[in-house]
């Protein structure tokens, strides 16, 4: 019985005690701090763990400590989509900080052809320490709290050297949007009395949960494309200070304990060199140490890999930088109950605490030897770079200069050197036109940066993977690119063209499907009233070719008369940055204006299923492509509610990947009675199966039957990963003539899948617009299994279903919303469905 009460009264200990939580119990022993620097609890109201701190709480911190501090400054380098401040500290000593300007100059430098001549034993290193890029993985933004107050207040000579000679870049929250959602349902939902039971509604959040950003995005895969601002604000710090590690502070599931990289050896990406996975490891032994001190469980060199470069721990890897990921099991919430015991949150806080200082001792002691690595990096890149056969990559679409531009944007933003042709250039028969394309000079300081971009890869020293397998930039823009020597003029300005409409007519005008921004033009026209006929057919006319997919905007019997449709044609040019063409007649080389092979357009009204069940990426990809990139409506209908709702509004409904029973038995009759009535229905990924099984398609599917022959227990995770197709490109073959492909000058697309379902042709030909070649893989890994499925199948089909048409795409064609290349498939899927 006394072991029982004494039990229950330690227990009971911990489950209050967090209650009494004290900053000491994070910080290291026997060091003094400044009384004037005032801790967190003194500024934000609760201690270091008590409480989730919200991100204005946070803000509210780091500014403080920024005005009473002489080794801080604070700047903001942005606002999230919802507005909140992208902050950076940078912290140093305080003499640093009156000469920071050289100091960040000196250090670049180190970098170009000139760093040959720096001494780097009298430069300081520069560490950037991210945390929480997971909005529910809070324990790095609030172990922020305690490292930042660490790196202010502590005193002594262990301290002052710290700072002399090393510049920190600490970025408290890389998900501000993401980390407040969490803070609210973890905070809302926090007992008096914690409570570690794991089923507790604290440890269940509703969807789509912190994780994400605004538009519910992963911004930890979004290193390298940088299309969301979070992501803009941290790759300008990047490249402004080229920093000699970054660290990047997440968590994993409750039952785990605590990782820090060097990863899986053999998942490394081919271009990282080496000695970056050597030091990696020199600095990992700072860690185990400080774990030890502390007693904390942990491991390494295991489950996580360092293979693609758009993950914040392996993107410094091809910048001469080193990335290290933490990982911490996660709490949750407050506390939690785990294999390892009881989790508390101030636990979880104070590994990453512990860690976030090993990184700067393991960054003060190496200090010579990583400078010396990121000048000896960027020095070899620049051999390698004159040994190449080709001295540039050319890459373009000269029926769209949009898209182009938008690639061109982000390797601008890579501080990556961009040249425009001198004229039009046709390699391997594709014409490259002058404004329509740009060149990237190989010779050039971030050599292996554009190597990393444009890597085309099928082979694999291993074939499991953390992340995806091939993210080749031009495939994912569907451009045209080669190798050349061919020569430029190089832009230090590139620009989005403005739109323009030639001139006012007095019969219709005309423009082309080609441009990535039609969709955004055509939803304007439409949803003014106007009316507009989309072309089948090519033809031409007044000495210009238009291809299929040409929108056509008579002027007679329109709400506008003709100087107001002109000049609202202007603004419609204008903001979708496309060419309108004035035309005098309807006569034409092919099908006249007036041929029935004009099909007439209606306005469009599109919902896009949410909530539970449903992939809030998917659907936050999807959400992104209408809000941003095409200014169109939709209405997120949850699947909660979507049973009381009614569809008769919704001209087009999109279902994105989706798992389990998201919808119920009300909700699918009244999707099926929907679609036979006349409207669209649209499913992507894993939502093709519940089409299938729900009658609202007719499809075959190819199925990978192999099973495990002398495959050991140790080897099952092996075999079964193998299996996986985590993320490649794929060759696809296209008949433009069906609507589906409209505004694609190619036969062929390069297509992103990540699933492995795989749907039988049809066997009429004409009904399989999209199909996989027989020799389809273009770069990434598949199995020889998978690749075998994958030959002849189709990743698009569509059926009438009653009035109605069903559509189903068995891969994402908004993937990361820099998959730029199909996101005209889901427009053209919306616009042009009853024309299928």
Do not use: C
Not at 491 to 508: C, D, F, K, M, P
């Amino acid at each position: 019985m006394k072991k029982i009460t004494f039990l229950f009264i330690v227990f009971t200990q911990i489950l209050l005690g967090q209650n009494n939580i004290s900053l000491d119990y994070y910080l290291p022993q026997n060091i003094s701090f400044n009384q004037e620097i005032p801790t967190p609890k003194e500024i934000i109201g609760h201690e270091v763990g008590e409480w989730h701190v919200t991100h204005d709480k946070l803000v509210e911190y780091m500014k403080k400590i920024a005005e009473v501090s002489p080794r801080v400054s604070i700047e903001n380098r942005g606002e999230t989509y919802e507005g909140r401040p992208i902050i950076l500290l940078t912290i140093t000593a305080p003499e640093n900080h009156s000469n920071i300007t050289e100091i960040r100059k000196s250090h670049v430098q180190l970098t170009e052809n000139s760093g040959n001549s720096l001494n780097t034993e009298n430069m300081p290193i520069v560490v950037y320490q991210g945390f929480s890029i997971h909005g529910n993985e809070p324990s790095g933004s609030n172990a922020a709290l305690a490292t930042i107050y660490y790196l202010a207040a502590a005193e002594g000579n262990e301290i002052n050297d710290l700072l002399k000679n090393t510049v920190i870049l600490l970025d408290p929250s890389l998900n501000p949007d993401g980390l407040q959602r969490f803070a609210y349902w973890a905070n809302t939902n926090r007992s008096h009395v914690l409570n570690p039971d794991p089923n507790d509604r604290e440890y269940d959040e509703v969807w789509p949960g912190g994780r994400t950003n605004h538009y519910w995005f992963d911004l930890n895969r979004d290193w390298l494309p940088i299309q969301l601002p979070e992501s803009k604000a941290r790759i300008k710090t990047f490249h402004q200070w080229m920093p000699n590690i970054l660290t990047d502070h997440h968590e994993m599931g409750t039952n785990s304990t605590f990782f820090f990289q060097p990863g899986e050896p053999s998942r490394v990406n081919p271009l990282t060199p080496k000695m970056n996975q050597q030091l990696t490891k020199e600095i990992a032994k700072y860690h185990a140490k400080a774990l030890d001190k502390i007693g904390s469980l942990y491991y390494s060199e295991e489950d996580y890999d360092d293979f693609y470069y758009g993950k914040g721990s392996t993107f410094p890897d091809i910048n001469g930088s080193i990335g290290i990921l933490f990982e911490q099991g996660s709490s949750r919430g407050h506390i939690q109950e785990s294999e390892n015991g009881i989790l508390t949150f101030p636990f979880t806080i104070r590994n990453q605490f512990t860690t976030a200082l090993s990184t700067l001792e393991a960054a003060k002691n190496l200090r010579v030897d990583i400078l010396n690595y990121q000048r000896e990096f960027y020095t070899n890149a620049r051999k390698e770079a004159a040994k190449s056969k080709s001295s540039a990559y050319i890459f373009g679409d000269e029926k769209d200069a949009a898209k182009t531009y938008q690639l061109a944007k982000i390797l601008e933003s890579q501080k990556i050197e961009l040249y425009q042709a001198n004229e039009d250039i046709t390699i391997n028969e594709k014409t490259f036109k002058k404004g329509y394309s740009y060149l990237v000079p190989k010779n050039q300081k971030n050599h292996r940066l554009i190597e990393a971009m444009f890597d085309i890869r099928t082979e694999f020293e291993d074939s499991l993977f953390y992340d995806i397998s091939a993210w080749t930039f031009p495939y994912a823009f569907n451009l045209d690119f080669e190798e050349t020597k061919t020569a430029g003029n190089r832009t230090n300005n590139i620009t989005l063209r403005t739109g323009n409409v030639n001139e006012q007519s007095n019969y219709a005008y005309l423009f082309d499907w080609h441009e990535y921004y039609t969709p955004k033009a055509l939803n304007m026209i439409l949803n003014k009233g106007l009316r507009a006929k989309v072309g089948k057919t090519p033809f031409s006319l007044e000495g210009k070719d238009y291809d299929y997919g040409t929108i056509m905007i008579p002027v007679q019997n329109q709400k506008l008369n003709k100087s107001e449709l002109y000049e609202f044609l202007q603004k419609v040019a204008k903001e979708a940055h496309i060419e309108i063409t004035s035309v005098a007649t309807g006569l034409t080389k092919g099908i006249d204006l007036g041929s029935n092979d004009f099909e007439a357009l209606k306005k469009q009204k599109v919902a896009l299923i949410v909530g539970n069940g449903i992939t809030s990426y998917d659907a936050g990809e999807i959400w992104h492509l209408f809000d941003q990139r095409y200014n169109m409506q939709i209405t997120k209908l949850d699947t909660d509610n979507l049973g009381r709702t009614s569809l008769d509004k919704y001209t087009t409904i999109i279902l994105p990947n989706m798992w389990g029973s998201a919808l119920n038995g009300t909700a699918t009759q009244k999707i099926k009675d929907w679609v036979r009535n006349g409207g669209t229905l649209i499913g992507y990924r894993n939502a093709v199966n519940w089409l299938e099984r729900n009658d609202l398609l007719k499809v075959e599917f190819k199925k990978n039957e192999m099973t495990a022959k002398n495959i050991t227990f140790e080897q099952k995770q092996f075999f079964s990963g193998a299996q996986v197709t985590g993320g490649a490109i794929f060759k696809a073959n296209l008949d433009r003539s069906h609507p589906i492909n409209f505004g694609y000058k190619n036969e062929t697309l390069p297509v992103f899948r990540n699933t492995n379902i795989y749907m039988k042709p049809n066997e009429e030909s004409y009904n399989n617009p999209i199909q996989y070649d027989l020799n389809p893989l273009l770069s990434g890994y598949i199995s020889e299994e998978n690749l075998e499925l994958l030959k002849g199948a189709v990743p698009f089909k569509v059926q009438r279903n009653g009035s109605g048409r069903v559509i189903a795409f068995t891969d994402n064609t908004n993937f990361r919303a820099f998959w730029y290349g199909t996101n005209k498939l889901l427009m053209n899927a919306i616009f042009f469905s009853k024309v299928m």
